[in-house]
């Protein structure tokens, strides 16, 4: 039996690798994201384990990645905290160290460096080493910067700005003069090997000190090496000891685990963002191994009826099928998982475009992937090709006699009723999402839409038979008998066609709610830009990090500016009460904002003076406080602002969930920046000219863009459309598998039917009007696929839209491609029917007719 199987496996080469494509592309999918994703967390860990020291002295209540989100302090150490430092018995060295944020780098051509994806991180330069003993940079050419004026870059850096050693490279500074040079004089990289695609400016510590804190011989932190046979918590308790207040001793171990959170919570995202699409690959090569081995089980009837014939029992022949179900998955898997190798250096290269560089070296096999792979590819398979298994072993031994006979087939009334109930019990899921329910009510409205994508899938003979029978109409209406077959081909055995069509259907269903969301998302934009934005011009930087206040020197010169409101956004943790530790974003405003920005007041007033805050209902509401209460709010180094309640509002996106003074934010000890510019021109003025002119004035800071309304709703537009081409993109590979099934299908059909192909072409018909009847039969199966698809996804679409209707207000219908869908699953149709059609149009005719 055992040879028998294998015998007749590979006896159909053919047969063999269409029905592996499926599973190929899935496991090959999977693959690949397991292998980016260990890429990814292997290059971080590299970099954080070979930059971080055995102990580290920073500014209380701060933790590694928050500079850049709440804004440098003032709160910095001198050269006497280092010197009290290195005389501890327990230290053998201390370092000071000085890091910046927002500073950028231009190419030679003036344009920005990066800028997008990984940051733009400045330091000084020590030869401390990290805790493993070994240096934290390495050199890659040149050497260290060693007086004013110098810098290194990281290689990657240098090539895009088009610079070599020796050359004079531009910057832009967070603070202070704008414009500034340096020399460079050698590039770096992070021990551990690159630097994931980051931007490093090393400079001397006087320069640093001169960019970053005034000038002064201060440091933001000390960086510790444990003296010989001391242990990091040693380390850590001997410094606290002799640190000023504001200030603490971390053990490196804690440094890196916050890093690893920090890094880890991003990279979980993107992760599971891709490994969500690699699942929907699997599951649809499923429904296509489904499909492939019910035809596989039909068509070799008289066969097994001839095994049950000759002795065979149901078990074996059960087990025959599950046999050659196991090689086609083992065979198949292992491709899809080289493959899958490849498709990890693929994305590795697109997110590399993005900002975000992956060490390749990092990107390699693991123990985890393979095995990973190997069960997954493995058990979908074998669960797939299960019921048709165990539908072959039915064929009675009387049926070897008989040319007609087919397997048993359960009844498509009880399947409709169980997928009625099944449908019902979705909708009920997506009716608690809607109307509000204990968690995510889009988790709810998910579940539901999950039940109803599988459950259609299921009973897609019986619902898409009326789509099925206008197909058979108008292709008839157009093309006549050859149309009106091709329609009574499809409709055949609708379990097929409808089987088929399931894989293109969830496909396109996700499609058409993601396009719904976007379309949403960009309506929802345009609304509040509407009525929120009521600048005449808004100066902002493109990733949304705090630039130098001299752009807004320069813009306030321009003739016929009115008004320029600043703003400063940072972030601090409530320091009292029930929820003491709970971090807020706060909008620092100057008093010109209220000139120009009207805020809708719940109670007391708009604009806070003096220490006082003002919050948004929802914050209010969650921290129960109303106007008249204190609220204590904790920045980086220590410092707390005690500030009175004086307004509640409700939401906008024209400032954060608490206000304050912009002059508070300094007394917090945060270095002065400008997040947002926002411009009022002068009555009267020529609009056209003064924007040209803010537009010159902002010309030397590449990183900032001057916006008009409708310039702002298009770069949010575009930074939503960026995301919705990639989804599609990775959602592509659903629909080259699903294209792969209607193949395979229609490939086994025409073995399927090879007699009554050659009775056609007996009487009469054309080899030109047999490929068009297999490829609008192609075709029907498609836009069965695309309609299913596209109802389920403009439904899931509007419903999820109503459960975030508070981020997404407006409903958005993206009927122009929503068509483009349909337009392409007629086109997928035409080129899944090629080469079928072709092989059948070339079967001999009186070969054909003599097949049994």
């Known amino acids: 039996m055992l040879r028998l199987t294998l015998r007749n496996l590979f006896a159909r080469k053919v047969r063999l690798v269409m029905s592996g494509l499926s599973i190929?592309?899935?496991v090959a999918f999977l693959s690949?994201?397991?292998?980016?994703?260990?890429?990814?967390?292997?290059?971080?860990?590299?970099?954080?384990?070979?930059?971080?020291?055995?102990?580290?002295?920073?500014?209380?209540?701060?933790?590694?990645?928050?500079?850049?989100?709440?804004?440098?302090?003032?709160?910095?150490?001198?050269?006497?905290?280092?010197?009290?430092?290195?005389?501890?018995?327990?230290?053998?060295?201390?370092?000071?160290?000085?890091?910046g944020f927002g500073m950028s780098l231009l190419a030679s051509d003036g344009t920005l460096v990066g800028g997008t994806g990984a940051p733009t991180l400045a330091f000084n330069h020590t030869d401390g080493p990290n805790m493993d003993g070994e240096r934290a940079l390495l050199l890659t050419s040149g050497r260290w910067p060693g007086g004013p004026g110098e810098i290194v870059l990281d290689e990657a850096a240098a090539k895009a700005g088009d610079y070599e050693v020796g050359d004079q490279v531009k910057l832009l500074a967070p603070f202070g003069t704008l414009e500034r040079t340096a020399e460079l004089v050698g590039t770096a990289e992070f021990n551990g090997g690159g630097t994931a695609g980051a931007t490093l400016l090393v400079f001397t510590t006087q320069e640093a000190q001169a960019l970053f804190l005034g000038g002064k011989d201060v440091y933001n932190q000390i960086s510790l090496t444990a003296a010989a046979g001391v242990s990091q918590e040693q380390l850590a308790a001997a410094a606290s000891a002799v640190l000023p207040d504001g200030f603490e001793a971390?053990?490196?171990?804690?440094?890196?685990?916050?890093?690893?959170?920090?890094?880890?919570?991003?990279?979980?995202?993107?992760?599971?963002?891709?490994?969500?699409?690699?699942?929907?690959?699997?599951?649809?090569?499923?429904?296509?191994?489904?499909?492939?081995?019910?035809i596989l089980v039909a068509q070799r009837t008289r066969e097994l009826a001839l095994?049950?014939?000759?002795?065979?029992?149901?078990?074996?022949?059960?087990?025959?099928?599950?046999?050659?179900?196991?090689?086609?998955a083992v065979v198949a898997t292992t491709a899809g998982i080289a493959l899958g190798l490849l498709l990890a250096r693929g994305l590795a290269a697109m997110f590399r475009s993005l900002g975000l560089d992956i060490a390749g070296a990092a990107l390699d096999l693991t123990p985890r992937a393979v095995v990973t792979s190997y069960v997954v590819g493995v058990g979908v398979t074998m669960a797939a090709a299960y019921l048709p298994a165990r539908r072959g072993a039915k064929v009675a031994p009387v049926a070897a006699m008989r040319a007609d006979a087919v397997p048993e087939r359960g009844s498509l009334r009880r399947r409709t009723l169980i997928g009625a109930v099944l449908l019902v019990i979705g909708a009920g899921f997506a009716a608690v999402g809607v109307a509000g329910a204990p968690g995510s009510d889009a988790a709810w409205i998910g579940v539901g839409a999950v039940i109803w994508i599988l459950t259609v899938a299921a009973i897609s003979p019986v619902v898409?038979?009326?789509?099925?029978?206008?197909?058979?109409?108008?292709?008839?209406?157009v093309f006549g008998t050859t149309g009106r077959l091709a329609g009574e081909n499809a409709l055949r055995d609708p379990r097929r066609t409808g089987a088929t069509a399931s894989a293109l259907m969830i496909g396109l269903a996700l499609v058409s709610?993601?396009?719904?969301?976007?379309?949403?998302?960009?309506?929802?934009?345009?609304?509040?830009?509407?009525?929120?934005?009521?600048a005449d011009l808004l100066v902002q930087n493109s990733n949304f990090l705090p630039f130098s206040t001299t752009i807004g020197d320069e813009v306030a010169k321009v003739p016929g500016v009115a008004v320029v409101s600043r703003q400063q956004w940072t972030a601090a943790h409530v320091a009292s009460g029930p929820?003491?530790?709970?971090?807020?974003?706060?909008?620092?405003?100057?008093?010109?904002?209220?000139?120009?920005?009207?805020?809708?007041?719940?109670?007391?007033?708009?604009?806070?003076?003096?220490?006082?805050?003002?919050?948004?209902?929802?914050?209010?509401?969650?921290?129960?406080?109303?106007v008249g209460d204190r609220l204590d709010l904790g920045f980086q180094g220590g410092t707390t602002l005690h500030l009175k309640v004086a307004g509640i509002v409700e939401s906008a996106d024209t400032t954060s969930e608490v206000t304050v003074p912009l002059d508070q934010l300094v007394a917090a000890g945060v270095l002065r920046q400008d997040s947002t510019l926002s411009v009022l021109i002068e009555p009267g003025a020529d609009k056209a000219k003064v924007r040209d002119a803010v537009d010159a004035a902002a010309a030397s800071a590449p990183i900032v863009g001057v916006f008009d309304k409708e310039g702002f709703a298009d770069q949010i537009r575009d930074q939503v459309n960026q995301l919705l081409y990639i989804i599609y993109g990775l959602l592509t590979l659903a629909i080259v598998i699903a294209v792969i099934g209607i193949i395979n299908t229609l490939g086994l059909s025409v073995i399927e039917r090879t007699r009554e192909i050659g009775l056609l072409r007996a009487v009469g018909m054309s080899r030109a009007k047999l490929r068009r009847m297999i490829t609008l039969e192609s075709?029907?199966?498609?836009?069965?696929?695309?309609?299913?698809?596209?109802?389920?996804?403009?439904?899931?679409?509007?419903?999820?839209?109503?459960?975030?209707?508070?981020?997404?207000?407006?409903?958005?219908?993206?009927?122009?491609?929503?068509l483009g869908f349909l337009v392409v699953a007629i086109v997928v149709g035409v080129l899944a029917a090629v080469i079928p059609a072709v092989r059948a149009s070339r079967l001999d005719v009186l070969d054909a007719i003599a097949s049994e």
């Open 250 to 294: 971390v053990t490196g171990d804690k440094v890196a685990e916050e890093s690893q959170d920090a890094v880890g919570s991003f990279l979980g995202i993107i992760s599971t963002f891709l490994l969500v699409f690699a699942i929907i690959a699997v599951i649809v090569g499923g429904f296509i191994i489904v499909n492939t081995f019910s």
């Open 579 to 626: 929820r003491d530790g709970e971090t807020v974003s706060v909008a620092g405003n100057d008093a010109e904002f209220a000139r120009i920005y009207h805020q809708d007041v719940v109670s007391g007033v708009a604009s806070p003076t003096g220490a006082e805050a003002v919050l948004f209902r929802s914050l209010a509401r969650s921290l129960g406080l109303k």
């Open 307 to 328: 095994l049950r014939a000759l002795g065979a029992g149901r078990g074996q022949v059960t087990r025959s099928v599950l046999l050659e179900a196991f090689v086609l």
């Open 24 to 26: 190929i592309l899935g």
């Open 464 to 477: 898409g038979k009326p789509v099925l029978a206008l197909c058979r109409s108008l292709f008839g209406a």
């Open 32 to 99: 690949g994201v397991l292998v980016f994703s260990n890429g990814l967390s292997t290059t971080f860990d590299g970099i954080i384990h070979g930059s971080t020291p055995d102990g580290v002295v920073r500014a209380a209540d701060t933790a590694s990645f928050d500079g850049g989100v709440s804004g440098q302090t003032l709160k910095a150490l001198t050269p006497d905290d280092v010197a009290r430092l290195k005389a501890l018995p327990q230290v053998a060295r201390a370092d000071g160290d000085v890091a």
């Open 779 to 818: 075709v029907a199966i498609a836009v069965l696929g695309a309609v299913l698809g596209m109802a389920l996804g403009l439904l899931i679409g509007i419903l999820l839209q109503r459960s975030l209707s508070d981020d997404l207000s407006s409903l958005g219908l993206p009927l122009g491609q929503l």
């Open 513 to 534: 709610t993601i396009g719904v969301l976007a379309a949403s998302l960009n309506a929802s934009v345009d609304d509040v830009v509407d009525e929120q934005f009521t």
